[in-house]
């Protein structure tokens, strides 16, 4: 008791009110609000609303686009961070920097860069248009942007866990009679899931809120190409809030159980690690 | 680093390689795989931007710059930026503050909640303030009453922006102030300094690449935020538009030269934050080893 009534240093209420007052004003109760505004709906006119077909299209696309997103940056991104930490080539610091570039540039210069490239007469669309594979204004686009977008997540989450890699743990593998693949894919691995599963998440959290970078590439055509925050800001133009918000629900709801799912997976594998 | 670079030389030299260390030909490889995808994904996109700007020439470029609609998207950029990063510094200063200096409970959770605009969608950043202050919002009677605008004007587009940069600073500093713990200032207190004095002449110091980092970070995305202030601005050319509006506008209404001569501008300055961002982390991670060093001595 006597620890808390006497506190060396000064600020505590100041800091601690401050920080909630504005915690609450920006973020908490304009938050709430949306769920204020879903209970004027009745459970009906909600479900109506977030079951439309144009909705459960719109879900399967920012669901399956950004999963498929998340899951080829865990690929590329583990080789990029393996390459950055293992081994030493020309620019190295150059391509470690780059790395961060899309969380510095901005979501619109992404989203019109990446159409005009992708587009038939672009870079890259002109390559791929002979192949008869169409990526602006297709499903293929929208999985390309998210994959922009998320490609940071993993690397550096992967990149501080293999640059503390203890030598002795490869080393006891390969002693042990395991080759170089083995012990990749046995010892490694396993080590890096946590940081992947995080990474993971916070690329496919990002992708599915995204909406500069996908708006221009998609085409927004209604249940083909259409994500949900487009589908929310469609509602809005139209007046109708309502509809908006019960989609924002969804996908706040959505979000959420993803953060929660990972940080419980996390939570389990440290108490079991802490067993072992 | 340097372990890597004396061991490849070893393998060159040495016809059998370490147990732990792949084959030559894997590792070409590997680079090579890695390179090829961050050239297509990060290097192309980069280059085309300014490739596009430049297509009818350095003057078509500047032409675009002299339109008033053009400068005065980029002043209200400036105002929007001016005022969320300030106001987010300031915050994020007295979260870190409060968090790593005391021990009260429910931290975590506070915590979390910092963190809580990252997980929530920009349209959705947006989408909060319309219901707020909207036509059909709960302030809207006394909002009109009194002929002030919130949404589809500056103040809708300052808060959009504030929302969505709003854990940067804090969760910059509170890893880094966790690590330098409390004794300093508290040395600081028990020779008589005042709270401010303690605060401006110890903290400060300590935590100034920190901040600056998380300064830099919070004002490259207010300046690049597009979803959230798409929603509450309502567009309107010459009052509403910040530079990624007006950017839309532009390639919407076919003026792609002029869409991406804007963008160039934005992906200089998402280059600028790069390149300040990498000197920082240097500068940061000396600060982090002092603040490790004196902890063990």
């Known amino acids: 008791m006597a620890s808390k009534s006497f506190r060396v240093l000064p600020g505590f209420r100041l800091t601690l009110g401050y920080t909630l007052l504005y915690l609450s004003l920006i973020v908490l109760i304009p938050l709430a609000g949306v769920f204020v505004k879903t209970s004027t709906l009745s459970w009906e006119q909600f ?6 077909p144009r909705a459960l299209a719109s879900y399967r696309l920012s669901f399956g686009a950004s999963f498929l997103a998340a899951f080829v940056n865990v690929f590329f991104g583990i080789m990029v961070a393996w390459v950055l930490v293992r081994y030493e080539f020309f620019g190295k610091k150059v391509v470690d920097a780059l790395v961060d570039m899309p969380f510095a540039l901005p979501t619109a210069v992404a989203g019109i860069t990446l159409t005009a490239l992708y587009a038939p007469h672009g870079w890259i669309g002109q390559l791929l248009a002979p192949l008869g594979v169409k990526v602006a204004f297709t499903q293929l686009g929208v999985f390309i942007a998210l994959t922009f977008i998320g490609l940071p997540f993993i690397v550096r989450t992967v990149q501080p866990v293999l640059e503390d890699f203890d030598p002795e743990i490869e080393e006891a593998a390969a002693s042990l009679g395991a080759n170089r693949w083995q012990t990749f894919w046995r010892v490694i691995l396993p080590m890096l899931s946590p940081a992947l599963l995080t990474g993971f998440s916070l690329a496919f959290a990002r992708a599915l809120g995204e909406y500069g970078s996908v708006v221009f590439i998609a085409g927004n055509m209604p249940m083909k190409t259409e994500i949900t925050p487009l589908l929310i800001i469609t509602k809005l133009e139209q007046f109708d809030y309502a509809g908006a918000t019960a989609l924002a629900v969804v996908m706040l709801v959505g979000s959420f159980a993803i953060l929660l799912a990972v940080n419980l997976l996390q939570w389990r594998s440290s108490r079991h690690q802490a067993q072992v | 680093m340097g372990d890597t670079t004396t061991f490849l030389r070893a393998t060159r030299r040495e016809p059998h390689r370490r147990a732990t260390a792949e084959s030559p030909w894997v590792r070409r490889l590997l680079i090579t795989g890695a390179l090829l995808f961050l050239g297509i994904f990060l290097v192309m996109p980069l280059v085309s931007v300014f490739a596009e700007a430049l297509s009818k020439g350095l003057g078509y470029c500047f032409h675009t710059f002299r339109d008033p609609l053009t400068l005065s998207a980029i002043k209200l950029t400036f105002i929007a930026a001016g005022i969320s990063v300030p106001l987010n510094c300031v915050f994020g200063v007295a979260a870190a503050w409060a968090i790593t200096k005391f021990d009260f409970r429910g931290k975590n959770i506070l915590i979390t909640l910092i963190d809580l605009p990252f997980s929530v969608s920009p349209v959705i950043a947006g989408l909060i303030y ?22 589809f004007a500056v103040p809708g587009i300052v808060l959009a922006t504030t929302f969505v940069t709003f854990p940067f600073v804090a969760r910059e500093l509170i890893p880094l102030m966790q690590a330098q713990g409390r004794t300093e200032e508290e040395a600081a207190r028990v020779l008589g300094a005042s709270g401010w004095q303690t605060f401006w002449r110890v903290t400060l110091p300590n935590i100034k690449w920190g901040l600056l980092y998380g300064v830099i970070l919070c004002n490259a995305r207010a300046m690049g935020e597009f979803g959230a202030v798409s929603v509450v601005s309502g567009h309107i050319r010459g009052l509403t538009n910040t530079i990624p509006l007006h950017i839309e506008i532009l390639y919407n209404d076919y003026n792609t030269t002029g869409a991406f001569a804007v963008a160039s501008l934005l992906a200089f300055l998402g280059l600028v934050t790069l390149v300040l961002k990498t000197w920082i982390e240097r500068k940061k991670s000396a600060a982090l080893r002092a603040a490790e060093m004196d902890l063990i001595a």
């Open chain 2, 130 to 151: 319309v219901l707020l202050f909207g036509a059909p919002g709960p302030f809207w009677t006394w909002l009109s009453d009194h002929n002030v605008k919130i949404i």
């Open chain 1, 47 to 52: 479900w109506h609303i977030i079951t439309a």
